[in-house]
């Protein structure tokens, strides 16, 4: 299933349509969504188009990835959700229509506790334990 999906400059700039599965944002001329600043890191992170769905990993970026205003090592994007890639600040669309933040609708990511996450005791994979990772995903 084909999602489309853009990133809305909060400051009024034009929409950056993210074309491909995966699309590779920060500094370097090799990003897919290239934002020239020293704010924004190399290799700032990654969204992933899957199942109708996007998915956000930050790439261990100095200035750090935000969603709604909560700084995030990987989230899923909702329509209207406010991302923050070091200084800059987008509105995520999904579908077709590209609308202005003041006449968007108030639908926002929510966080996932770790009991949704809980995997069991002897959860195994190609014959080894699954562990989980230690970072957080957002931090305070």
């Known amino acids: 299933m084909k999602t489309n999906a853009s990133l809305v400059p909060l400051d009024g700039g034009p929409p950056i349509e993210l074309v491909k599965e995966l699309n590779l ?4 001329e090799g990003c897919d969504v290239r934002i020239d600043h020293k704010s924004v ?5 990654v969204i992933t188009k899957t199942d109708g769905l996007l998915m956000l990993r930050d790439l261990g970026s100095t200035n750090g990835t935000k ?3 909560v700084r995030v090592r990987r989230a899923a994007l909702l329509p209207n959700d406010q991302l923050s890639i070091a200084h800059f600040k987008f509105k995520v669309v999904l579908g077709k229509s590209v609308t202005t933040p003041k006449t968007a609708r108030q639908d926002h990511t929510q966080a996932i506790g770790d009991a949704s996450l809980a995997l069991p005791s002897a959860a195994v994979q190609g014959g080894e334990a699954i562990k989980r990772n230690p970072l957080p995903d957002s931090y305070e």
């Open 25 to 28: 944002i920060g500094r370097t």
């Open 41 to 45: 890191s190399k290799q700032h992170c």
């Open 67 to 69: 969603v709604n205003n």
